[in-house]
């Protein structure tokens, strides 16, 4: 089993920045994806970023430009980092690991990202 824990959220104004981690804890060695998805209220859970152990990566396109996405294997913690945020990226954000690609096979508890003025 591999246990998460996200950190980082928060209420941030239009155009700030925020940053997130999930911090991984248990079988690490069965990992090799590490990623997050969010969901909106009344909306499916959709993909944002995720970042092999090798440091390949891969990112919604509603997102590209504005969140990087980074990995510290020695630490097993993935980070987020959310620049010019939008009211649109308003969700709860969900950390997740994988031992493939897709799909995910744990999830942490989720963390609250809200972008308003």
């Known amino acids: 089993q591999v246990q998460l824990v996200e950190s980082g959220g928060g209420l941030v104004q239009p155009g700030g920045s925020l940053r997130l981690s999930c911090a991984a804890s248990?079988?690490?060695?069965?990992?090799?994806?590490m990623g997050w998805y969010r969901q909106a209220p009344g909306k499916q859970r959709d993909l944002v970023a995720g970042?092999?152990?090798?440091?390949?990566?891969n990112y919604a396109d509603s997102v590209k430009g504005r969140f990087t996405i980074s990995r510290d294997n020695a630490k097993n913690t993935v980070y987020l980092q959310m620049n010019s945020l939008k009211p649109e990226d308003t969700a709860v954000y969900y950390c997740y690991a994988a031992k493939l690609f897709f799909p995910p096979n744990y999830w942490g508890q989720g963390t609250q990202v809200t972008v308003s003025s």
């Open positions: 970042i092999s152990n090798s440091g390949n990566t």
């Open positions: 248990g079988s690490i060695s069965s990992i090799y994806t």
